[in-house]
């Protein structure tokens, strides 16, 4: 079977930074639902590490080409979330995530889920990087200076 050439876009959706602060949409879907009909609590980290994973690589770091050189990659090390509001089925959500911290292996991230203007969810996480036998290292240069383009320095961000 032969597919023609087709004048649709069919690029995953990617985020993007306004000043320091990184957008990334999400739409809730049935399958991200509980039997009540509200998102189960687990799929609001699962939208804030897509978020996370878009905002890295609108600023060019490569975290795939990363772990298959044998560099490293970031693991989670502490997740501080709250949820304040349940979202439903079909809503549209917007990530808003901002770096606020970074140190030579690893970087601090804050996150808010948002319904329009509610607060739906937060969560302020702590990434470390590791090198391939699991012991934090020095993140490439290149990426904090990354970070550095987009540290948020309002301590006022939640």
């Known amino acids: 079977m032969t597919i023609a050439s087709s004048p649709v876009d069919i690029t995953p959706f990617a985020g993007q930074y306004i000043d320091t602060l990184h957008y990334f ?8 639902t509980d039997f ?16 996370r994973t878009d905002m890295l690589s ?3 770091i490569d975290q795939r080409a990363a772990f298959e050189n044998g560099i490293g990659a970031y693991a989670i090390g502490a997740i501080d979330c709250k949820y ?16 606020t911290r970074v140190r030579a292996a690893g970087c601090e991230i804050q996150q808010r889920v948002m319904r329009g203007d509610e607060l739906v969810f937060t969560a302020d996480v702590k990434a470390a990087f590791l090198n391939p036998k699991g012991r934090p290292v020095r993140q490439p240069a290149q990426w904090v ?6 540290l948020n320095k309002d301590e006022e961000f939640l």
């Open 25 to 32: 949409a999400v739409r809730v879907y049935y399958e991200d």
């Open 36 to 51: 009540s009909g509200i998102v189960y609590h687990a799929n609001y980290l699962r939208y804030c590490e897509r978020a």
């Open 84 to 99: 304040h509001m349940p979202a439903r089925f079909d809503d549209a959500l917007l990530i808003i995530s901002t770096v």
């Open 58 to 60: 609108r600023v060019g």
């Open 145 to 150: 200076e990354a970070f550095r383009s987009v």
